[in-house]
């Protein structure tokens, strides 16, 4: 192994943050999975019983009165997206205070504390793909146009979710009562965002408020490869420019509070 393999920051600052981001990511990876008897399948199974669950009591209890045939896949298109969001907000609200030791200690850039937790929610985001193929394929979902837009929705959902780990993740910190209250937002968050119901199902006055939420942009576009008609230009604009502007203010407050930071860890 030469000195540049095994001191990453010896070579460039970008190519020796990407190999320690990655290193770090699939080093949590390993070690989810690796104790667990079922591994990869947890990364689909928690979406799965949800989207089972909300399908049965919408088409079997209640006459659903929104969302789109086949409403499975409606569900997932926007279910698993949503678990990468939640999942890795929640867990940077602990991205310092489990890690500790190793945050202080480290020399590395400390926003990829909170960056490694968005990018491997994200590998398990892409690895839970084929699922929602699948079901396409079993319920006779076409697929549009739209799936190219998948890599868009991808980039604005990465740089929201990191701006708002990198907000949450410091200021927990200071204030430990954050971390459950950033549960009681995304619990929240989850009924207002088009999940078990889509943006064509809003009242006139309500769509256009709800456009005013990032992830009704974001799952837009992912619906957009089965269900055009979900697919709001002027929500996937407000989406982008909320994305990138919650990642420059979580880029700022990061920036802001590290010293204190580490001094409170």
């Given at each position: 192994?030469?000195?540049?393999?095994?001191?990453?920051?010896?070579?460039?600052?970008?190519?020796?943050?990407?190999?320690?981001l990655w290193l770090l990511t699939t080093r949590d990876l390993k070690v989810r999975y690796s104790t667990s008897a079922l591994g990869y399948l947890w990364s689909i199974l928690d979406p799965l019983v949800m989207a089972g669950i909300y399908w049965?009591?919408?088409?079997?209890?209640?006459?659903?009165?929104?969302?789109?045939?086949?409403?499975?896949?409606?569900?997932?298109?926007?279910?698993?997206?949503?678990?990468?969001?939640?999942?890795?907000?929640?867990?940077?609200?602990?991205?310092?205070?489990?890690?500790?030791?190793?945050?202080?200690?480290?020399?590395?850039?400390?926003?990829?504390?909170?960056?490694?937790?968005?990018?491997?929610?994200?590998?398990?985001?892409?690895?839970?793909?084929?699922?929602?193929?699948?079901?396409?394929?079993?319920?006779?979902?076409?697929?549009?146009?739209?799936?190219?837009?998948?890599?868009?929705?991808?980039?604005?959902?990465?740089?929201?979710?990191?701006?708002?780990?990198?907000?949450?993740?410091?200021?927990?910190?200071?204030?430990?009562?954050?971390?459950?209250?950033?549960?009681?937002?995304?619990?929240?968050?989850?009924?207002?965002?088009?999940?078990?119901?889509?943006?064509?199902?809003?009242?006139?006055?309500?769509?256009?408020?709800?456009?005013?939420?990032?992830?009704?942009?974001?799952?837009?576009?992912?619906?957009?490869?089965?269900?055009?008609?979900?697919?709001?230009?002027?929500?996937?604009?407000?989406?982008?420019?909320?994305?990138?502007?919650?990642?420059?203010?979580?880029?700022?407050?990061?920036?802001?509070?590290?010293?204190?930071?580490?001094?409170?860890?």
């Amino acid at each position: 192994m030469s000195y540049a393999d095994s001191h990453p920051f010896s070579r460039t600052p970008w190519a020796g943050y990407r190999h320690s981001l990655w290193l770090l990511t699939t080093r949590d990876l390993k070690v989810r999975y690796s104790t667990s008897a079922l591994g990869y399948l947890w990364s689909i199974l928690d979406p799965l019983v949800m989207a089972g669950i909300y399908w049965f009591v919408f088409t079997q209890v209640f006459q659903r009165p929104v969302g789109t045939e086949p409403y499975i896949v409606f569900l997932l298109s926007a279910l698993l997206p949503w678990m990468w969001f939640n999942g890795a907000v929640s867990d940077s609200t602990r991205a310092f205070l489990k890690d500790a030791k190793l945050v202080r200690s480290t020399k590395l850039p400390r926003t990829i504390w909170v960056n490694r937790i968005v990018l491997s929610k994200g590998i398990e985001f892409l690895l839970s793909l084929p699922v929602l193929a699948l079901f396409a394929a079993l319920f006779g979902a076409g697929v549009g146009w739209g799936l190219a837009l998948f890599p868009l929705a991808i980039l604005l959902q990465a740089a929201l979710t990191a701006g708002v780990g990198l907000i949450v993740a410091p200021l927990v910190v200071f204030f430990r009562d954050l971390e459950r209250a950033t549960k009681l937002v995304l619990r929240f968050l989850f009924y207002a965002s088009p999940i078990v119901y889509g943006t064509t199902n809003l009242p006139d006055d309500l769509h256009f408020w709800a456009s005013f939420n990032p992830l009704t942009g974001i799952f837009g576009l992912y619906r957009s490869a089965f269900f055009p008609d979900e697919l709001d230009w002027f929500a996937v604009g407000v989406a982008a420019a909320m994305s990138f502007a919650f990642l420059a203010v979580g880029l700022w407050v990061f920036r802001s509070s590290e010293r204190h930071v580490l001094k409170e860890i």
